[in-house]
């Protein structure tokens, strides 16, 4: 069936420093893939997509990467801050493209 | 005021009981969606909806049903709660993009 994982489910970085989550995802035919930060008590808020046409997105202080070969994604945050300690979610579509399926999402601490 | 809103925010009950939780959306988006999350997991599908008329199930459905009442209102109920039920429900809207916006999510515990 159709899964979509993270590698570690904690992460601590230093406030400055970058973080890297990671993602890796089984649907070949997924064409888009989305990341999502959830903080605590919220839902889930769009951070930034990316189609499967395209190996890398840039967004403000975040990138995305893609390698359809190994069926990778991560999500690159640059300089982190106290306020992107949240979970963070990835998820790809389907072959249909009507549903997504996320992973289980990693938590990031920032250490201040 | 939020695009996304779900009632109630928190609600405890007992085992057998009928649940209803509500979605209402100011976003104008036709297609809508209902997950269910438990601690350490992502977002499992339980049911979505592209308009009025069409209802779809999930990849967990069983247990529960929905109601498109209206293209700004989407209700999921328990029909008969049960214990493994308790967990956090999020409403999502989306519309023409890949973004699917959220609301903020209703609490369930049953007894």
């Known amino acids: 069936g159709e899964s979509v994982g993270l590698h570690l489910p904690t992460l601590s970085v230093q406030e400055g420093d970058n973080s890297i989550i990671n993602c890796a995802y089984s649907n070949s035919a997924s064409d888009y893939f989305i990341w999502y930060k959830q903080e605590s008590g919220k839902g889930p808020q769009f951070i930034i997509d990316i189609r499967s046409n395209m190996d890398k997105r840039q967004g403000q202080r975040v990138t995305v990467l893609l390698n359809k070969t190994v069926k990778h994604l991560s999500l690159q945050i640059a300089a982190t801050q106290p306020g992107d300690s949240a979970v963070y979610f990835c998820a790809g579509n389907t072959n249909t493209g009507n549903q997504f399926y996320f992973g289980t999402g990693t938590s990031l601490t920032v250490i201040p | 005021d939020a695009d996304v809103t779900q009632t109630p925010r928190n609600r405890i009950t007992k085992t057998g009981k009928r649940i209803m939780l509500e979605c209402s959306q100011t976003?104008?988006?036709?297609?809508m969606y209902w997950y269910r999350q438990d601690p350490g997991l992502g977002l499992q599908l339980i049911y979505y909806?592209?308009?009025?008329?069409?209802?779809n199930k999930g990849e967990i459905s069983d247990g529960y049903s929905v109601s498109r009442q209206a293209q700004a209102k989407f209700s999921l109920s328990l029909e008969s709660a049960i214990p493994n039920q308790t967990a956090l429900y999020f409403c999502a809207t989306r519309g023409q993009g890949t973004e699917q916006f959220f609301g903020p999510g209703t609490r369930l515990t049953v007894l």
């Open positions: 909806s592209f308009d009025v008329k069409d209802i």
């Open positions: 976003k104008g988006h036709d297609r």
